[in-house]
């Protein structure tokens, strides 16, 4: 049986990847310290006797007993407001907490699969962003904790590979979305949707003329699946290229959750990107890879995940 440890398994992306792993026959050690994540995603799979999982930062020494065939690196907050309020943690455990798994990775002969983001490419002067495209990110503006954290994060990816020989992956994903999502993490889909559901107005940041491409969850995960199994060790964006402006998609929300609430807009927060689209041709051709769950049927399934929370997550105002 293949062993894969995930570390940020209690995140959103990290607890959706331990299913998948369960489900295709991996014995899964899911690593977490619980920091902008929540346990209550992982719940299901504690008495499986191939899940174990283990409360620890991954920023300190990383210890593993036994072999170890795949690490994928998923741990890190990934919201805006989450890394903007622990910083120091954002950058550490990009880079120290990535030089620690790759140690291990070296240490257990494993092959690691790293989450890097669409945020390296900063506020894009490229549009579709290709793989080739280098960047255009503020280095000391309040993004620049989360972007040149992954950014560094690529490049000792990089170095050991070439130095030590390990394999490696670089997955860029682009803004995905779906259950288990936090409420209050503030990224635009919980946002607006807590919004609807509490009976507020849906606050639009800038003009709300700025876009993204949102991809489902599902679609994201088999995606990274098919990265991890590759032979391809450059980087790949996996997203879904469909854009949208967030003021459409505030009203696509309105629609969607029938709310009587408006739109507010509120000022544009330093440094976000005003375009945001990826150019998934390498994923396609490489992975034979392409999202196949249209917005509507993401959204509706992610509205309905929300409605079945507690009202307490409904109100929780922090983490
Ligand atoms: P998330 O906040 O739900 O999950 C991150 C998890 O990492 C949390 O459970 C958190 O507690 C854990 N974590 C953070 N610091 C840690 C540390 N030092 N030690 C151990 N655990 C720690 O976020 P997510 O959306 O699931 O994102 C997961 C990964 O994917 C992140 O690396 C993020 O940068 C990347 N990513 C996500 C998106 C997206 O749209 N969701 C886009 C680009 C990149
Ligand atoms: N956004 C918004 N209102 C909110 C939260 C976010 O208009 O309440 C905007 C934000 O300014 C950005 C977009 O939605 O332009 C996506 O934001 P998110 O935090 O989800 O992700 P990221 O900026 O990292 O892509």
Same mark, same amino acid.
């Given at each position: 049986m293949k062993k894969v440890l995930i570390t940020g398994g209690a995140g959103f992306l990290g607890s959706h990847l331990c299913d998948?792993?369960?489900?295709?026959?991996?014995?899964? *050690? $899911?690593?977490?310290?619980? #920091?902008? %994540? @929540?346990?209550?995603?992982?719940?299901?799979?504690?008495?499986?006797?191939?899940?174990?999982f283990f409360h620890h930062d991954?920023?300190?020494?990383?210890?593993?007993?036994?072999?170890?065939?795949?690490?994928?690196?998923?741990?890190?907050?990934?919201?805006?407001?989450?890394?903007?309020k622990i910083p120091i943690q954002t950058l550490k455990v990009g880079a120290l907490g990535t030089h620690n798994l790759l140690g291990l990775a070296k240490e257990k002969n494993a092959r690691?699969? *790293? $989450?890097?983001?669409?945020? #390296?490419? %900063? @506020?894009?002067?490229?549009?579709?962003q290709t793989e080739e495209y280098y960047g255009n990110?503020?280095?000391?503006?309040?993004?620049?904790?989360y972007d040149e954290a992954?950014?560094?994060?690529?490049?000792?990816?990089?170095?050991?590979n070439r130095f030590h020989g390990v394999e490696t992956r670089i997955v860029r994903i682009f803004n995905t979305y779906g259950p288990r999502m936090r409420l209050n993490d503030g990224r635009v889909i919980p946002a607006f949707i807590g919004q609807a559901l509490r009976g507020e107005d849906l606050t639009v940041f800038g003009k709300g003329d700025q876009t993204r491409s949102?991809?489902?969850?599902?679609?994201?995960?088999?995606?990274?699946?098919?990265?991890?199994?590759?032979?391809?060790?450059?980087p790949v964006n996996i997203g879904n290229p469909h854009e949208i402006t967030i003021k459409d998609f505030a009203e696509e929300i309105i629609k969607l959750t029938g709310t009587?609430?408006?739109?507010?807009?509120?000022?544009?927060?330093?440094?976000?990107?005003?375009?945001?689209?990826?150019?998934?041709?390498?994923?396609?051709?490489?992975?034979?890879?392409?999202?196949?769950?249209?917005?509507?049927?993401?959204?509706?399934?992610t509205y309905e995940y929300f409605k079945s929370l507690p009202s307490d997550d409904l109100y929780k105002r922090d983490h």
């Open positions: 998948r792993f369960i489900k295709e026959g991996y014995h899964v *050690i $899911a690593m977490d310290n619980l #920091i902008t %994540g @929540d346990i209550r995603n992982l719940e299901h799979l504690f008495h499986l006797e191939h899940f174990e991954v920023t300190k020494f990383v210890h593993i007993s036994g072999e170890l065939d795949y690490i994928l690196h998923f741990a890190s907050p990934a919201s805006p407001i989450d890394y903007l690691i699969l *790293i $989450a890097s983001t669409s945020e #390296i490419y %900063g @506020d894009p002067l490229v549009h579709p990110v503020n280095t000391i503006g309040p993004r620049g904790v992954k950014r560094f994060m690529e490049s000792i990816t990089m170095a050991y949102f991809c489902y969850v599902d679609d994201e995960v088999e995606g990274i699946y098919r990265l991890l199994l590759s032979e391809y060790d450059q009587q609430q408006k739109i507010v807009f509120k000022p544009l927060p330093q440094d976000d990107p005003m375009q945001r689209q990826p150019d998934i041709s390498k994923a396609k051709e490489i992975l034979g890879w392409e999202p196949k769950v249209l917005r509507e049927e993401g959204m509706r399934k």
